[in-house]
């Protein structure tokens, strides 16, 4: 077993740390379970708090160009009050909830794009210091899925799939970012749209699902986005047709192109400027050939494992500022 060490806060010879979680991916609102497992250092300590972070990379805007940080999506405190004697061992096990809003970065075994992990922190003698990172795999709620696999049916491919820090307006989202999915339309409907994007906002009930189309610009017009929202209960998924479902939606979506001042009966419309905070953009495109939605080149789930230790160790001051305003 190898332990890693904890060389900041805690100083060299303090404690260290090795996370392990069940293997499998999670599901949104669904149970993450594994083992903290401890090995004290050159001295006795008290260990006062542990707590696992779920930590994300997202898209962000700054003054002059488009950067990706760290932001802390769910803080769980999973242990604590104890004393860890000098090179001892001590193994603290765990099962927590995550937010049902929590990113999808997998379908059918392959990666999407976004990348979520689970950072453990220990307090000890009120000093913080994050230790062991793991790589978090989240699969697709049966409704999302459902979703997905209805678009690739009629036609739509799976372009890329990316975090956005901000908030979607009119919805109930809870998270300070929402995950874009961007599906490239059929031959049949790629003269009037350029793409769609597909958001899931899960709660215990259902989906909120906002569908956004880019439009193409005319001989005499500018593009522009229309924007609608649907929703979908959870109970609904093995009495729906779904590609009938889906084809209704993209029918309404695409013709609020003629009637944007006008939203059709039932369908939210908000306009141009729907999503507050910054960020528009892909990170990753991610999916491997026998994905339902669609296939292209990127990066698998194993590069994304190997990789995720550098992709976040350089924001470290990031993810300190977002998790207090989420924890």
């Not at 332990?3 to 090795?18: E, H, I, R, Y």
């Not at 049949?188 to 193409?216: M, S």
Request: overall charge negative.
């Amino acid at each position: 077993m190898v332990f890693k060490k904890l060389l900041g806060a805690l100083g060299v010879g303090g404690p260290s740390v090795d996370t392990v979680l069940e293997p499998g991916p999670a599901l949104p609102g669904g149970l993450v379970t594994g083992e903290v497992r401890l090995r004290g250092g050159g001295s006795d300590v008290t260990v006062d708090r542990i707590s696992l972070l779920l930590v994300a990379r997202v898209e962000m805007e700054g003054q002059d160009e488009e950067q990706e940080g760290t932001v802390v999506l769910e803080r769980f405190t999973v242990g604590g009050g104890f004393r860890l004697a000098e090179e001892a061992e001590h193994t603290v096990s765990f099962t927590v909830t995550l937010p049902w809003e929590t990113p999808i970065t997998e379908l059918h075994g392959q990666h999407l794009g976004p990348v979520l992990g689970i950072r453990t922190e220990l307090e000890v003698a009120g000093a913080r210091d994050k230790g062991d990172l793991d790589a978090l795999a989240v699969g697709p709620l049966p409704a999302q899925e459902a979703i997905l696999e209805a678009f690739g049916q009629l036609g739509y491919a799976f372009r890329s799939a990316d975090l956005e820090l901000g908030h979607i307006r009119g919805t109930g989202q809870q998270l300070p970012c929402y995950q874009e999915i961007e599906i490239l339309p059929p031959a049949g409907h790629a003269h009037a749209v350029n793409e769609i994007e597909v958001t899931f906002i899960a709660t215990p009930g259902g989906l909120e699902i906002v569908i956004e189309a880019d439009k193409r610009a005319g001989l005499f017009s500018d593009g522009h986005d229309t924007v609608h929202r649907f929703t979908a209960s959870h109970h609904a998924v093995p009495h729906t047709d779904w590609n009938a479902q889906v084809d209704a939606w993209l029918k309404e979506v695409i013709a609020g192109h003629e009637a944007r001042a006008t939203p059709p009966s039932g369908v939210e419309h908000y306009g141009d400027q729907h999503r507050s905070g910054p960020g528009t953009g892909a990170v990753v495109a991610g999916v491997a050939a026998g994905v339902a939605v669609g296939v292209v080149g990127g990066m698998v789930a194993a590069e994304v494992v190997d990789e995720i230790g550098d992709a976040f160790e350089d924001e470290e001051g990031d993810e300190d500022a977002g998790g207090d305003d989420e924890g």
